[in-house]
């Protein structure tokens, strides 16, 4: 059978799931996060990809990304996911795949999913009940977003940088925003579009207009 086609929509953003091959971990010790993320921030760069929001989990990966060119999130996971998987391999003694299959994403059309996408991927530590509170987990981008400190790998979405008018009141209700938590119909339609990713990669949370506009 097929693969479903992968929607490619340069200049809106995705939130991107790339999970471990049989739920294995793909994280063994904080030098492959650090390796992972030096890699992103390189093949971003290379395929003009901006990122905006990531967590890396144990065995898991959420990114929030906007592509600028036509195929540049593809190209940008393949070449992190191809030599990131080399190094694990090398340096575990192991052979074979780490991910489950191809990465997954979702087309995300308006500001208000696209600032609930992003506190989703950053509470995630949270609900995975590995911190109290996301500020606590380091492989996020909560202390970026939320702290203003520094991080050569993101790029604010215009919809986030909206928030205040200035760095300090862009922190201060940001933090006020993840704090309120992830009203019940928000995780619902978010944990229905990673559902969908499963069977048909590219499922859209956003405007029927949007869908309309692309020929969905």
Known sequence: MPRPRRID????????????????RVFFADGDRVAYLRLLCHHADQQHCRVHAYVLMDNHVHLLATPDLCGGLSRMMQAVNRTYVRRVNDRQGRTGTLWEGRFHSTVVDTDRYLLACQRYIELNPVR???VAHPGDYRWSSYRANARGRPNALLEPHSAFELMGSDADERCRRYVEFIEAGIPAGDLLAIRRALQSQRRLSGMLVGSDPFRVAKGI
């Open 9 to 24: 929509a340069p200049g809106y953003p995705q939130h991107v799931v790339q999970r471990g091959n049989n739920r294995q």
């Open 128 to 130: 995975a009940g590995k």
